[in-house]
């Protein structure tokens, strides 16, 4: 409702000779609001919802194999001397 409202005020102004009003703003307004358009920003959402559920995935296992691999080196350098000693 308010789209057709913005497109009416548009048009109106577009009749008038109004110099502000623009030709690509009025076209925006005419493809908003679409039902392909609101279709197709849903599957982007819906893409980037599961990128950033991938990354988490990876994040956490390069989490967990980072703390492996330093307990891992941990336990090749332990020989009773202090860190600051070495």
Known sequence: MILDVLRLEEKVKKYEGDPKASGK???????AGNAGEIGKLRKELAKKDQDIETLKKQSAGLTREYGDLSDKLEATQADGMPK???
């Open 84 to 86: 600051k000693d070495r």
């Open 25 to 31: 703003e009025s076209e925006k307004l005419n493809n």
